[in-house]
C-alpha cells in the first residue's frame, strides 16, 4: 500500500506546486502626485517703493506696509514675504538678523547652501539660501546695496514640510526667488 501511495502523493504535490505558484501579491508603495507646472513668464514690477524687479506672472503680489510684499502662488499653496528696510549705519546688525533667520532652520534642515550674489553694475550684493530637508522654508534670500537699500525674501507652504512632497513647487519657486534676487535694481 505504501508503493501506491508514494506515486499519488508525488503527482498530488507536483500539481499542488504548479498551480501555487502566483506572484505574491504586494501593495503598492505609497507614492507623491507628479506635479508639473507652466513654464516661468515673467513680468516687470515697479510702484513706489525704492526697487523694481521681475516676478512670476502667475503669482498675485500684495503690498503690505513700509514696502513689504507678499506674492502668492494659490496653486501651490505658497507665499514669498518680501521684506523691505533701509539701512541706516545698521547694515550689520540687517546682516545678522537674516542669516539667523536662515539658521534658525537648521533643526530641521538637512543642509543649508549658501549661494553669493554679486553685482556691481546694479549695487546688488547679497546671499541665496536653498534649505534642503523638512524645515519651514525651503529658499531664503537677503539682498543690499550696503549704504541704503536692504531687502530679505523667504518662501513658505501652507502644508506639513514634508520636502519630497513639495519639492515640485519648493524648485519652481526657488527659481523665482533667483529671478527676483537677479533682476534686482534699486531706485
Not at 538678523?97 to 547652501?113: F, G, N, P, R, S
Request: charged share 20%; proline share 6%; net charge neutral.
Amino acid at each position: 500500500m505504501f508503493k501506491k501511495t508514494i506515486p499519488f502523493l508525488v503527482i498530488a504535490l507536483t500539481s499542488l506546486l504548479s498551480f501555487s505558484c502566483k506572484d505574491a501579491v504586494i501593495p503598492k508603495p505609497s507614492a507623491y502626485l507628479r506635479l508639473d507646472y507652466p513654464q516661468a513668464s515673467y513680468m516687470n514690477f515697479e510702484n513706489e517703493c525704492p526697487f523694481v524687479f521681475d516676478m512670476n506672472s502667475e503669482a498675485v503680489i500684495q503690498k503690505e506696509p513700509n514696502c513689504g510684499f507678499t506674492i502668492t502662488y494659490p496653486k501651490m499653496k505658497a507665499t514669498i514675504y518680501l521684506t523691505y528696510k533701509p539701512v541706516t549705519k545698521n547694515i550689520n546688525e540687517l546682516l545678522r538678523d537674516a542669516q539667523k533667520l536662515t539658521y534658525e532652520h537648521v533643526i530641521k534642515a538637512d543642509d543649508i547652501l549658501e549661494q553669493p550674489y554679486l553685482n556691481p553694475d546694479k549695487k546688488v550684493y547679497g546671499m541665496f539660501y536653498q534649505v534642503e530637508g523638512n524645515a519651514a522654508t525651503n529658499s531664503q534670500f537677503y539682498a543690499t546695496d550696503s549704504t541704503s537699500h536692504f531687502l530679505t525674501g523667504s518662501v513658505y507652504f501652507y502644508a506639513k514640510p514634508n520636502y519630497d512632497s513639495i519639492m515640485p513647487a519648493a524648485s519652481y519657486i526657488k527659481n523665482d526667488m533667483q529671478r527676483l534676487m537677479e533682476t534686482l535694481k534699486w531706485k
